[in-house]
């Protein structure tokens, strides 16, 4: 396993942990007791979100390649190869895909069915840093490439490259599960959820979940990296929000 590549994997993440529990925690609702002051909340979360991501990223190190699914930009770098050519294949890639991610939280916002209550977006940080980065590190990075993994092992026989079919089987699930995971933070957020909020959560997230396993799949970790940050500045510049 590259125990270099976790630990550069695992350092980018830390600052969305970081920037994610600083702005939540202040913000939980304060009409209820907590059940400890707020630093050691934010402690407490920020090394539960750190343990997590260090499970996803060695998941991802000891799994990934052996079913051909890459971080090519950061391992040649580190291995101190040219980065030239691979940039030539992400950047484009990632561009339309953050593209494809602006038009799917315009759609988002657009077309979402009323909510409880009004609440303002996260920071434009915390989306870059945490939804840009630990999200493709976990969702992608780990997850998929677990699932992606325990297909090709039990489907293939552990035998040949991956297929398309167990890729996007594993590339759909991480995407729904991806969905799913908004939800606790989209509550926080808009004071509650009913039926058609959740599924449409769950779809627009999803949308764009299949968007970043496919750039991962194809393109390697770093372009959904870039595709999901991108989706976020773009929006932001075009939208304010």
């Known amino acids: 396993m590259n125990w270099k590549l976790f630990a550069l994997l695992w350092s980018a993440g830390l600052p969305g942990i970081v920037a994610l529990v600083w702005v939540i925690v202040p913000a939980l609702p304060s009409a209820q007791p907590l059940p400890a002051p707020p630093w050691v909340i934010m402690v407490v979360s920020a090394l539960q979100s750190a343990l997590l991501l260090a499970i996803a990223v060695f998941a991802g190190c000891r799994l990934a390649p052996r079913i051909g ?4 930009l950061l391992s040649a770098w580190l ?21 494809l991610g602006i038009a799917i939280l315009w759609a988002y916002t657009w077309f979402m069915p009323a909510a409880p209550e009004e609440s303002a977006p996260l920071p434009l940080i915390v989306r870059v ?4 980065i630990n999200e493709e590190l976990l969702l992608r990075w780990g997850l998929m490439s677990v699932l992606a993994w325990l297909l090709w092992r039990v489907c293939q026989r552990g035998e040949g490259a991956l297929s398309p079919a ?5 590339i759909i ?3 729904v599960v991806f969905g799913i995971g908004h939800l ?15 599924l449409y959560i769950i779809a627009a997230n999803a949308a764009f979940g299949l968007v970043a396993g496919y750039l991962f799949w194809k393109r390697g970790l770093e372009a959904a990296i870039l595709a999901h940050g991108f989706a976020h500045v773009g929006f932001f510049m075009i939208s304010g929000r």
């Open 184 to 198: 606790p933070a989209a509550s926080a957020l808009l004071g509650g959820l009913n039926v058609p909020l959740m």
């Open 173 to 175: 699930a991480s995407a």
């Open 69 to 72: 699914l890459q971080a090519p």
């Open 129 to 132: 840093l945490y939804g840009g």
């Open 79 to 99: 291995a101190g190869a040219p980065l030239r050519h691979i940039l030539r294949a992400q950047l484009p890639a990632a561009g339309a895909g953050g593209l």
């Open 166 to 170: 167990m890729a996007w089987t594993a």
